[in-house]
């Protein structure tokens, strides 16, 4: 079965750039990679998705590696808000795979 | 336009009983699927379904079911409560059935005591 793995915890300073990592070695072909963020007492929030090409949107850019075993999301600028655990999902048509998550601290 | 709601927002039964929890998806969204987060487990896929047909299960016991209604509303249920069950269980809404953004409900906090 496909599975993500992600680092447990990830610090960065406000305003500078993030990349969250991701690996996902065991992804099939027909599997979307998700990413979504969850505020403490909240459920995830969609953040961005792909399937084989770099995405980008108002929040997030997503870089996928050819092989497209890895991924890496990227916030351009931290914010406060920004703090949240990041969750990497493959998201196929028989199955939903999540990672443990990212918790990412931005430190003001 | 409206987010996903559930109801109820928390909860409290005791080991044996069952629960029922429902979801409203988005207005227009005809994907429903539910997770169960804990602390030891994180997020887990429970099931989706699509125009009141299952069409995606995860890996939990017959004890979970779910269906979905004509209004895309869904439910869903779990029978014989262990403690094990106590968790917060997602819902999440999308457009179409693989592929696309979900939109994800506050949850609910189920306890068994």
């Known amino acids: 079965d496909a599975k993500t793995t992600q680092p447990n915890s990830m610090e960065s300073n406000e305003e500078e750039p993030v990349h969250l990592p991701c690996n996902h070695s065991?992804?099939?072909?027909?599997?979307?990679i998700h990413w979504y963020r969850q505020l403490p007492s909240q459920g995830p929030e969609y953040v961005i998705h792909?399937?084989?090409s770099n995405v980008n949107n108002r929040m997030a850019s997503l870089a996928i590696a050819e092989d497209r075993k890895s991924s890496t999301l990227i916030l351009h600028r931290a914010t406060l808000r920004d703090a949240a655990v990041y969750y990497c999902i493959l998201q196929g048509y028989q199955k939903v795979t999540f990672g443990t998550g990212t918790k990412l601290q931005v430190i003001p | 336009k409206a987010g996903v709601t559930q109801t109820p927002r928390y909860l409290i039964k005791t080991r044996g009983q069952q629960v029922t929890l429902s979801c409203s998806p988005i207005s227009g969204h005809r994907s429903v699927s539910w997770y169960q987060q804990t602390p030891g487990q994180g997020l887990q896929f429970l099931f989706e379904?699509?125009?009141?047909?299952?069409?995606n299960k995860g890996n939990f016991p017959g004890r979970f079911s779910g269906r979905q209604f004509s209004n895309s509303r869904s439910e869903m249920n779990v029978s014989t409560l262990e403690l094990g069950d106590s968790a917060l269980y997602l819902c999440a809404s999308s457009l179409e059935q693989t592929g696309r953004e979900q939109y994800f409900g506050p949850g609910t906090r189920l306890t068994v005591t």
């Open positions: 379904y699509f125009s009141e047909t299952q069409r």
């Open positions: 065991t992804i099939s072909g027909t599997d979307y």
């Open positions: 792909g399937l084989t």
